[in-house]
């Protein structure tokens, strides 16, 4: 029987009295899967890779790694998982190469016994091994922390928004190399609040306020979008906002860049949408359908959570 | 009409390094410019010449109508900065951040407490006065720097990545209260290297090694180079051989 490589069952976490981090979240996910946790900054992401990490105990529910429970086996866990969390913290003083030997060390083998998993990554790194650590530029470091997660030759990756304060280069190039660790069939639990890099992922959970509003594969959580959806835009960005807001048949509408995407309560002709613009002295009126993205279906949801909350 | 910023060979070089190389550029009143570029491509050093907090080593820009090398502290009292990292005292309440800032600005004390109370109530913080901002979320902290960084209706506003990290609803509250105070005619300046900034904004400038490869609308770059989002135009500036 295969086990899955995370599992969580109604896994709740509180802070304090007031502040609930987590509420009866369930998730799994299998093994070799690249899964992720997509949500903005306080949503839950890090208590719950902390607790998946060992490192914080939920106070309710049940949660395992690798077919092991996390307060009973709390060692074989940690000897078997590569766990980047979100701030860097590798030794600042101490050189990549230095970096690397020790936590090889810690974990009972050498960087030439598992070279193979991080030769990719580590290639780059090469050039700066005597660089100490904390004079790296961004996306060096978060090549460097990738590379000692994996030393050890993990079964679960934990990465704890390995994508945020990196330049577009870089975000790139380390989604490049989680799809060849996943090749290697480790299962990456990766967590990110830019909504772009759900794409990335086979699936992905969407959580919010501690609560997940969506666990699926990316495309089948755009496609769940089902209201019409068209992108306008005028020559006045900021009245075009209000304006479609007040319109009788707007279920929502958003800046999306350059236009405001408009969901519609029902579907209208276009002419109808225009005609009520240009009573409005909008000019330059322009009116297209659109696909809904990840932020529209986010979005959505938000709203329905909010409105069973009510 | 002048334009709020305009930069002509501005160029900043550190020894034999040559941080901003020759960037020339115009920024309209009451436009939204991004700009862009990736870590290290030139960006803070090119934006602290135009803050007035670091003098060029050559070529000419004038903000809000005044000199960077005579005017640099002219310029300082016409502009409003936010930066994600850092903007608000997380110490301090909201009141008391609101009331430092307005000080800071020289603004009457009645004037502070007005705008106090009109900032508080357009943000739905009414009740969070005295509370320390470390204990607001995240999304109220963006839109309370925003807030107080125009308390002085400076005529350019520079936003330093302004909105990482917040839900998708929040964000878009952040980008109308761009968009609010572009339409009453502040020139707001974006720098950023989160691309999807970049679609919200009217014009952007691409720098890559120290000088500007591309400016256009997103629009318009997204056309020239086949793109289907700014990221894809950003990529193909930065990495031109894969």
Known sequence: MSTNAIKVESAS???????????????????GELFGLIGPDGAGKTTLIR???????????????????????YRKIRRHIGYMPGRFSLYQDLSVEENLHFFATIFGTSIEENYDLIRDIYVQLEPFRKRKAG??????????????????????????????GV?????????????????????????TPYMDEASLCERVALI???HILSIDEPKKIVSAFDKPLFAVRTNDMYRLIQDLRAFESTHSAFPFGENVHLALKNPIWPEAIQAYLAGKGHTDIEIHPAQATIEDAFMELMGQEEEVNQ | MTPAITADKLTKKFGDFTAVNQITFEVKKGEIFGFLGANGAGKTTAMRMLNGLSRPTAGQAEVAGFNVYRQAEKIKRHIGYMSQKFSLYEDLT???????????????????????????ASLGMEGYSNTLVKAIPLGWKQKLSFSIAIMHRPEIVFLDEPTGGVDPITRRQFWEMIYKAASEGMTVFVTTHYMDEAEYCGRVSIMVDGHIAALDTPRALKEQFGAESMNDVFLQLTRPNQ
């Not at chain 1, 502040?19 to 093994?31: I, P």
């Not at chain 1, 460097?144 to 990756?157: D, F």
């Not at chain 2, 004037?111 to 009109?118: A, D, G, L, P, S």
Request: overall charge positive; glycine content about 10%.
């Open chain 1, 208 to 210: 919010q306020k501690g």
């Open chain 1, 135 to 164: 004079k790296l530029s961004g996306g060096m470091k978060q090549k460097l922390a990738l590379s000692c997660a994996l030393i050890h030759k993990p079964a679960v990756l934990l990465l704890d928004e390995p994508t945020t």
């Open chain 1, 13 to 31: 976490k509180r802070y304090g009295k007031g502040v609930v981090a987590l509420d009866k979240v369930s998730f799994e996910v299998g093994q």
């Open chain 2, 94 to 120: 909201v009141r008391e951040n609101i009331r430092f800032y307005g000080g800071i600005y020289g603004l009457p004390g009645r004037e502070i407490r007005r705008q106090e109370k009109e900032l508080t």
């Open chain 1, 51 to 73: 607790i998946l990490a060992t490192l914080l105990l939920a106070d309710e529910g049940y949660a395992e790694v690798n077919g092991w429970e996390v307060r009973k086996d």
């Open chain 1, 167 to 191: 330049d577009a280069v870089s975000r790139q190039e380390f989604w490049e190399m989680l799809r060849k660790l996943k090749e290697k069939g480790i299962a990456i639990l990766v967590s």
